[in-house]
């Protein structure tokens, strides 16, 4: 079985995706909470910069001050990689290869066929890349999930391409 998954069609740019570098990634959603707990997305650039700037005020008033929790965050952080179950959006995908003005689908393409999504649905699509800290060996590298929670117990698995029509 393929461990990459390539995005083609009607893109500008055809890309491929390995799922065993995503755990790194900034975008991965911690799947354990996503369905339980209410999400907004909010624009990620817009959200660093009120951020920085609310950070860069308080560094002017007060000085700047040294965390002490910062070696326990990490040592969290490291432990909930190795453990969690995590997923990423594929419209983050969908935008670095530029789907073209004239596409109207998202096909994804498995071992046991395909499964067709408008483009919009889409955007809404997760791919789930781990389980407990493992990557999906077994029938990964990927599962597709709907943002809505409707198809966790029975997420299309073994998926080896993505095609924009």
Do not use: C
Request: charge should be negative; aromatic fraction near 10%.
């Amino acid at each position: 079985m393929e461990r990459i998954i390539p995005v083609k069609g009607e893109v500008n740019f055809k890309i491929t995706l390995d799922p065993g570098v995503w755990i790194f990634d900034d975008r991965r959603i911690d799947l354990t909470t996503f369905f339980t707990t209410e999400h907004i997305e909010t624009d990620e650039l817009a959200e660093y910069t009120k951020n920085m700037s609310a950070h860069w005020s308080r560094e002017i008033m007060e000085g700047s001050t040294n965390p002490p929790t910062i070696q326990t965050e990490k040592k969290y952080e490291k432990t909930k990689m190795l453990t969690g179950t995590f997923g990423i959006y594929l419209h983050h995908f969908l935008k670095n290869a530029e789907v073209k003005e004239n596409a109207t689908k998202v096909v994804i393409e498995t071992e046991n066929g395909e499964h067709s999504f408008s483009l919009e649905e889409a955007q809404t699509l997760i791919f789930k890349f781990s389980q407990d800290g493992k990557p999906l060996h077994d029938d990964g590298p990927a599962y597709i999930l709907k943002a809505d929670g409707s198809n966790l117990e029975n997420p299309i698995k073994q998926v080896n391409a993505v095609r924009v029509e």
